[in-house]
């Protein structure tokens, strides 16, 4: 292996070590308890990628159908990278706008399979749209896991600032995005540790389902 490769490696085992440790401290009784998720976070945080990746992952592992759902409508092209890769991994991709047709495709998928929910970026410091977000969750009338998405290259301050104001979501987790692109990621996991929640994936490149790092 060359240098670099060998310090991506360490990086790639001591992210995995961190992981496994971290897992036991989830807010509730497992990992995607429920059978609907949703990522949430800054806009380029990685979480359309990300969501497919965990989407092809459950396809792969479960050998069940797995639905995709792309909150993303009002930005022109949000939902369309999610929908081309729901088509290559077939899965099944739809949109909801409104609080009403998130709920109508959760009911319609309730009993298929896993759900994954990709919703749009926004500030951490846009309130009154963290705030909707989080009224769009409970108006579906389900139960979904919420889930930070948080580049590593991101300065610690702005991660601070995105760990405190999205867990007005109440989530239940961190993935961590672009590993592979950190120079390096100890201040990031020290302001996610010090949030108490449990970091469960993270990504570390574009390859969708590969580049995704789970305990």
């Not at 990278?81 to 706008?97: C, F």
């Not at 009911?107 to 896993?114: A, D, E, I, K």
């Not at 979501?169 to 672009?178: A, K």
Request: proline share 5%.
């Amino acid at each position: 292996l060359s240098p670099r490769q060998k310090q991506e490696e360490a990086k790639s085992n001591f992210l995995r070590q961190h992981l496994t440790s971290e897992r036991a401290r989830a807010r509730t009784g497992g990992k995607f308890g429920t059978h609907s998720i949703a990522l949430v976070g800054p806009m380029g945080a990685g979480k359309t990628t990300t969501s497919a990746k965990i989407a092809g992952r459950f396809r792969s592992l479960r050998k069940e159908p797995v639905g995709v759902v792309s909150t993303d409508t009002d930005r022109p092209g949000g939902s369309t990278l999610l929908m081309a890769y729901a088509q290559e991994l077939q899965l099944h991709g739809t949109t909801a706008t409104t609080a009403s047709e998130l709920r109508d495709r959760m009911v319609r998928w309730s009993r298929r399979g896993p759900l994954v929910i990709d919703t749009r970026g926004c500030s951490p410091r846009d309130s009154l749209a963290i705030e909707r977000m989080g009224e769009m969750f409970q108006t579906s009338g389900f139960e979904v896991e919420r889930y930070l998405v948080l580049s590593a290259t991101e300065h610690p301050l702005v991660a601070k600032e995105c760990l405190e104001n999205f867990d007005e979501l109440e989530l239940n987790g961190v993935i961590l995005t672009r590993v592979d692109q950190a120079a390096g990621i100890g201040h990031c996991l020290e302001e996610v540790r010090k949030s108490g929640l449990p970091i469960i994936f993270a990504g570390t490149g574009e390859s969708v389902p590969q580049d995704l790092i789970e305990p």
